[in-house]
């Protein structure tokens, strides 16, 4: 710490006098530092050869950034500032846009209404016109065959359109997860409308319960004592009621643990 | 009586200080951060290997880590210690992907992964080599049996982040990173004495 800098002046100029004094100490100190060294060897050593060249990562950030940079660049653009021609073109382009993601456009028509009127309130339970839940196994089997697949991580640009679609736009997107509503362990789709923002802030009703009522789910499922479709219905449709409803509880059961 | 400076029990390399203390060296914020990934990616990508994450996901943590930040300082927020923040965000989502993959990561530290040819010196003579290699496998096997708090403080330590950055990526306090650090480095000095 006194090495960060930590130490008030009157602790380092201590320790520092009874360094001098103290042979053991010093002893200590040195054998400490072969130990930093000898670990911080191993360290790179052991690591250094797992990385690849950075160029490929910092070309794909590059251009993640040029495309977050230029829809920010975008909103703030004047219409009044472009030549004839090219407001025609510009509305031309944005006619041809609205009419190629026509379902897309429906859905994020949907969200701005939906918008809360606080952005960045955390989100318990998703808005059922923006996530009603979607499924694409629909049988047993399917869901039974294999060990639980790992859900798998959303891409950031579909993240900041469950994000805008949320109204949490100008929130720290830091403080949710984008998660699946159906999870892939039950036949859940990556669909845009199976992903919804899970606020971090929630301290009850958060990630770790949800993935419990997950795993009790596909339990369930896979023992035959639960069919697939009515899982599917119950997590998307309330998924803190379908806790409640499968652990018998109105609180989690990590809650009610002394 | 030696001059030799007063340390601290543990005094890994000093950290760079990026951030507040430092104005950006480029222009606009996309090459700000592109810099700042140059700088730290190895970092960030090295630390978040040796907690166990699998490389893909580690690429990808870094990668989402960094535009994280760009909408961060986007949106005007805090320039204060933007290491310590970039590490903290990484260290949270990792968090996160492990828990998705059932709580468990295979840690590329294990012993018998960590084979001779990883671990050896490339010195010239053969008995050295392999003294080395023997003495890294020991020590490789000390560090494993630490607890995972411990192996955390002194990978990121390795990467150059200090007490106060640590505990803030940690979400511990600054006297836990002490006594954390301090315990783990006596460990590894006595197997270094065996």
Known sequence: MAADGELSAGRAERLQKHLSACW??????????EAIGDYVRLHRRRLDPMLPP???PRALLKAQLSELASSHTSRSWSWFDLS???????????????IAIGLLTRWEWAARELRPDAPGVPVAIPNARLTPGVAVATSREEVCRESPPKNKMVPVSVQRRVFQAYGIDSADPGAYEVDYLITPALGGSDDIRNLWPQSYAATIWNARVKDALEDRL???VCTGALDLPTAQRDISRNWIAAYRNYFHTDRPISELSP | MSDQPPESAVSLPLPERIGAS???KSSTLE???????????????RYLLSIGLPLQDGEEIV??????????????????????WIFRVAHNLALKRRTQAGGSFRSPADPAE????????????????MASSQEQRLLMAVLQAQPEQDRRCLALRAEGLSYREIAETLGISLGAVSHLLTRSLARLARASER
């Open chain 1, 24 to 33: 053991e100490c010093r002893s200590q100190t040195r054998e400490l530092e």
């Open chain 1, 54 to 56: 950075a160029a490929g």
């Open chain 1, 84 to 98: 004839a021609w090219r407001r025609g073109l510009v509305a031309a382009s944005a006619i041809c846009i609205a």
């Open chain 1, 218 to 220: 596909r339990q369930l």
């Open chain 2, 22 to 24: 430092r104005p950006p």
């Open chain 2, 31 to 45: 090459e700000e951060v592109t810099d700042l990934f140059g700088q730290l990616r190895d970092r960030l990508l």
């Open chain 2, 63 to 84: 990668q989402e880590a960094f535009l994280s930040l760009f909408l961060h300082l986007q949106r005007g927020r805090s320039r204060h210690n933007l290491r310590g």
């Open chain 2, 114 to 129: 960590a084979s001779g040819d990883l671990l050896a010196d490339p010195a010239p003579n053969a008995e050295d080599q």
